[in-house]
């Protein structure tokens, strides 16, 4: 298929070349530059999973001792609970929206939709 000087082999060689480059390139243009979070996903929930935990055992805690020293067992520790869990509730939904924006970081207030 090539000539006797094999000038049709340099032709196509050239062409897959040239082909080879444009490949490269278009990868190089694809490529996403990332760069990943100062906190990991399991980080984050690790740290939602402590907060709210804390919270329920705070509340828990202080229903327990207004039980002892008050004596109205059970209800100081059942209202204490429930205090608690809204509490780390409240906890987790504060610290979520915190780090919405994907950065872990605090919107500034411009920006901030709320």
């Known amino acids: 298929m090539s000539n006797s000087n ?3 082999s340099d032709n196509n060689r050239a062409a897959l070349e040239a082909l080879g480059e444009k490949l490269k390139t278009a990868k190089k243009a694809q490529e996403v ?24 055992i705070v509340g828990a805690f ?10 109205t067992s059970p209800w100081g520790l059942l209202v ?12 987790v939904i504060r610290a979520a929206k ?15 939709e709320d």
Request: glycine residues 18%.
């Open 80 to 91: 204490g609970i429930i205090l608690g869990f809204s509490a780390g509730v409240l906890n």
């Open 33 to 56: 530059d990332f760069t990943p979070n100062d906190r990991s996903g399991m980080g984050a929930g690790l740290k939602y999973a402590s907060e709210f935990s804390a919270a329920v």
């Open 6 to 8: 094999g000038t049709n």
């Open 62 to 71: 202080a229903g327990y001792m207004l039980d002892k020293y008050v004596g």
């Open 98 to 112: 915190e780090g919405m924006d994907g950065s872990g970081v605090d919107l500034p207030p411009e920006l901030d």
